[in-house]
């Protein structure tokens, strides 16, 4: 069944780790994203990619990084967490463009991070 | 700057009534206009959307009502569920999702 997945679910740190949110999606959509999302606000863009070896920063300025080196696989970094850094991450793909007659996000169920 | 303005941030609507959430924008590029439903633990999920050359949308109980004019829009549930119970997104973007503003988000809560 074509999904998006992510792991892990929760994740507790300490500060100054280095940790990795995985993405991956089996829908063979170019486009996807990541978001932040904090209680009573709204989703904010980090990062994005139209395809393979494409990067983009979002509207929200992050001190994360992301790479896409296959269709399907889109990993977030943070080198050194931070309390700040604590908040929900969404990981979303779509196939806006490619023909679709209601363009839309596939959001993976999320990883909660606390940065402790 | 906020674009998109939702309202209410929350809302309590009995069971077969009907649920309002507003949403107005500024950005008269916007083109697309989807509402998402997000249940506690879960990623959001697109519910329905509306392009600005119709007035309103309709998906069994769910309903998009556009004006274009007054840059506002909104989503009707008719006859709420409790199942229905979750966090509703509305959002705007031109051009594709890498450009999406979403709302704030609107609890629904619906009681038996």
């Known amino acids: 069944e074509a999904d998006i997945y992510q792991t892990p679910r929760y994740l507790v740190i300490g500060t100054g780790k280095k940790i990795t949110l995985e993405c991956s999606q089996t829908m063979g959509h170019d486009k996807m994203y990541w978001y932040q999302q904090d209680p009573g606000m709204e989703l904010h863009l980090i990062h994005y990619?139209?395809?393979?070896?494409s990067t983009e920063k979002g509207d929200l300025s992050s001190e994360s990084t992301v790479s896409r080196i296959r269709t399907e696989h889109f990993p977030l970094t943070l080198e050194s967490a931070r309390p700040s850094h604590t908040s929900q991450y969404l990981c979303a793909s779509s196939d806006w463009g490619q023909g679709a007659s209601v363009e839309k996000l596939f959001f993976g169920s999320g990883t909660q991070l606390s940065v402790l | 700057q906020q674009q998109v303005k939702q309202s209410p941030q929350s809302l309590i609507v009995q069971k077969g009534g009907i649920s309002i959430i507003n949403c107005a924008y500024e950005n008269t590029a916007f083109d697309y206009f989807p509402w998402y439903q997000q249940f506690p633990g879960k990623g959001p999920a697109l519910l329905i959307a509306i392009r600005p050359d119709v007035s309103e949308k309709k998906e069994g109980r769910f309903t998009i009502s556009f004006n274009k004019s007054a840059k506002q829009f909104s989503l009707h549930i008719m006859d709420s569920q409790p199942g229905d119970s979750a966090t509703y997104f509305c959002?705007?973007?031109?051009?594709?999702?890498?450009?999406?503003?979403f709302g704030t988000g609107t609890k629904l809560q619906v009681i038996p």
């Open positions: 959002a705007a973007t031109s051009g594709g999702y890498q450009k999406v503003t």
């Open positions: 990619s139209y395809g393979v070896n």
